[in-house]
């Protein structure tokens, strides 16, 4: 079993920046792809980013795309994502979460139903 910490988030003014991180316990995380998601007040959870086991291969929402970097340290057990140019609308709550499946070394999963375990969650607010 592998538990997921969520941490980084905040309050930002628009256009500001925020990085998250996202530790796990366990041996198997760095087998695993790992995603980023997020859900605003009365809306369904979206996917955000997800990485590949390896880091070969990252995928992005159109919405983040040129402004979000997701990133992992296997080493350290740690999935980041850079936040940068944020807006209000990009104010929710962020989870991250892990997909024990293989499927080749570029595995990107994109939907909350293909993860296996998931974070607790963190805020990020966007101020304007």
């Known amino acids: 079993q592998v538990r997921l910490v969520e941490s980084g988030g905040g309050l930002v003014q628009a256009g500001g920046s925020l990085r998250l991180s996202c530790a796990a316990s366990?041996?198997?995380?760095?087998?695993?792809?790992m995603g980023w998601f997020r859900q605003a007040p009365g809306k369904e959870r979206d996917f955000v980013a997800v990485?590949?086991?390896?880091?070969?291969?990252?995928d992005y929402a159109n919405s983040v795309k040129g402004r979000f970097t997701i990133s992992r340290d296997n080493a350290k057990n740690t999935v980041y994502l850079q936040m940068n140019s944020l807006k209000p609308e990009d104010t929710a709550v962020y989870y991250c979460?892990?997909?024990?499946?293989?499927?080749?070394?570029?595995?990107?999963?994109?939907?909350?139903?293909?993860?296996?375990?998931w974070g607790q969650g963190t805020q990020v607010t966007v101020t304007s």
């Open positions: 979460a892990g997909d024990v499946d293989y499927d080749g070394p570029y595995y990107t999963p994109t939907s909350p139903s293909q993860y296996d375990y």
């Open positions: 366990g041996r198997t995380f760095a087998s695993h792809a």
């Open positions: 990485i590949s086991w390896n880091g070969g291969s990252t």
